[in-house]
């Protein structure tokens, strides 16, 4: 093992590495319970969800750890879920099992992209502001939602949306579970997101808001449901519209990986000379994970970086994530507990990772209006059209015109210029 991992290369041993693994899954193991929430929504089986959403956790956290030998740590992505439930299946109206057909598709692109570094050069394309811009964007969505699950926003027929009643009981719970998260997490707990949800649902049972669970643990449901769905949907990928999706799944996928890697490896310590060793066995981690997780039944799978929780706790070897794989495959035998998860016990869960992907705004060129107004829409877009797909194109689509507008056309890399054409290619469509 100390061979293997080099533990003492790294100046760490097992049992650190074990502590590290154990505080990165509680950091994120809110994961197992909101993403079976966000893709029922869609329609799919909750107990299959919960399954698929923790052995794909678990099988891209083990070839992150066995492969790339880091300690980070791999799950379904949140607001790629949301993404998946709320503008693909809901919004547009695509059957989930052609939906994790695309999602299987954007894998196997993302796997050969990697390998042929590829990849790196449609990152370094796109300007740093969209991608700043995308992620702040996807984070006001996610929080959005988690307003209206509490039932703080609501619909209002004169301005559209409005504030709910704050005084009735499943409100004020929800109210109640992002203030002790929000405290948990200002007091610096790693695992603060999941202890946040898990008073909020013991604060529900107590008062009678959620069921009491008959039972704790139970075998581990099947994943029946929506096994193989991905393969069986596949030969229903060939329209516009799902390449459109397929699209945004790789885009998002991209910088969130790429993004989580480089925060999470400069916190350890693993950069040289400001690149990564092993980089692409590393990013090429999160599309082996997510192509079993569309087989199995999930949303893509991303790295996660509440991985840098583990590695402030000691965390320096793969065999940190494999540890978290280890975990989540213990935590597939507490499904019944699914039942007490209900919207307002998600609710705050989202509303503060929603903050914490807000944070990117910061980093945005505000001065710059070439990249502010791209910036802004795309922010803005996201919740207000209930898309992530609206809000990455509108951007795409301004970026470059902003530049011709300011005589710096030149300044615009020629792939920004293909994907300025096809959004308006898809907005034309969408018209149609």
Known sequence: MDRFFGFREHGTNMKQESVAGLTTFLAMAYILFVNPYFLSAAGMDADAVFVATGLSAAIGSLVMGLWAKYPIALAPGMGLNAFFAFTVVLGMGIPWQTALAGVLVSGIIMFVITISKIRETIINAIPTQLKLAAGAGIGLFIAFIGLQNAQIIIADEATIVGLGELGRPTTLLAIFGTIVTAM??????????????????????????????????????????????????????????????????????????????????????????????????????DSVATMAGAVLGTSTTTSYIESAAGVGAGGRTGFTSVVVAGLFVLALFFSPLLGVVTPEVTAPALIIVGVLMASSLKAIEWDNLEYAIPAFVTVLAMPLTYSIATGIALGFILYPLMKIFKGEFKQVHPIMYVLFFIFIAYFVWLVE
């Open 184 to 285: 948990f997490m200002i007091r610096g707990y790693k695992g603060g997101i999941f202890y946040g949800m898990v008073l909020t649902a013991i604060a529900g049972v107590v008062t009678g808001l959620i069921g009491t669970p008959e039972q704790i643990v139970k075998a581990i449901p099947s994943l029946a449901p929506t096994f193989g769905q991905a393969l069986i949907h596949f030969n229903e990928i060939f329209t516009v519209e799902i390449w459109i999706v397929i699209f945004t799944f790789l885009f998002v996928d991209f910088f969130d990986t790429a993004g989580t890697l480089m925060a999470v490896a400069n916190q350890g310590g693993f950069l040289k000379d400001g690149k990564l060793p092993r980089a692409g066995k590393a990013l090429a981690s």
